[in-house]
T-cell receptor, first 114, second 115 residues
């Protein structure tokens, strides 16, 4: 079952912050975050593993709440280059070891304007 | 440079024709994947392969077929049985070594339009 992302779309002015959420009804082993520009390949951002991780680089960070099966992506002081569609991909413990299957959410479209 | 190539970038076919999309990787990855992307739907898994000569159906395999005769190649055939084949198709690969931390690397995609 697809994870649910919210919001579906958000418009920011440069310098503003945003939070994108990803929720699953399944027990998760990991959450992967990707960003995709229109017509291009998704680009990997980060992976979070069960155990309540928090990761970040530059002004993009993420957290994973294993108990709630939720992950949040935080974008601070947004730049024009942050525009794109953000996808979370979840790996469920139901999948079994070695399946490597990711189930992706429908995406959150982020638009950063000057 | 290592990476994943998909060709062609744009493909047009008449209804009822089979069409094969190419995916090649030189990353020495064991696992390869095909996804379909429709507007507002995210990425949906069609087929995946963890090793040469083996592959498994994903969530939307009906109307598609694949082969994995070589480690670096994973072609996808969209058959005439696929009711709505017009979409953006993405190929990905990963090392296949570490469940849960296996990053997937995506190719540039092929946009298929069936007329």
């Amino acid at each position: 079952q697809q994870p649910v992302q919210s919001p579906q779309a958000v418009i920011l002015r440069e310098g503003e912050d945003a939070v994108i959420n990803c929720s699953s009804s399944k027990a998760l082993y990991s959450v992967h975050w990707y960003r995709q520009k229109h017509g291009e390949a998704p680009i990997f951002l980060m992976i979070l593993l069960k155990g309540g991780e928090q990761k970040g680089h530059d002004k993009i960070s993420a957290s994973f709440n294993e108990k709630k099966q939720q992950s949040s992506l935080y974008l601070t002081a947004s730049q024009l280059s942050y525009s794109g569609t953000y996808f979370c991909g979840t790996e469920s413990t139901d999948s079994g070891a070695g399946s490597y299957q990711l189930t992706f959410g429908k995406g959150t479209k982020l638009s950063v304007i000057p | 440079d290592g990476g994943i190539t998909q060709s062609p970038k744009y493909l047009f076919r008449k209804e009822g024709q089979n069409v094969t999309l190419s995916c090649e990787q030189n990353l020495n990855h064991d696992a390869m994947y095909w996804y379909r992307q429709d507007p507002g739907q995210g990425l949906r898994l069609i087929y995946y392969s963890q090793i040469v000569n083996d592959f498994q159906k994903g969530d939307i395999a009906e109307g598609y077929s694949v082969s994995r005769e070589k480690k670096e190649s994973f072609p996808l055939t969209v058959t005439s049985a696929q009711k709505n084949p017009t979409a953006f198709y993405l190929c990905a690969s990963s090392t296949g070594l570490a469940w849960g931390t296996d990053t997937q690397y995506f190719g540039p995609g092929t946009r298929l339009t069936v007329l």
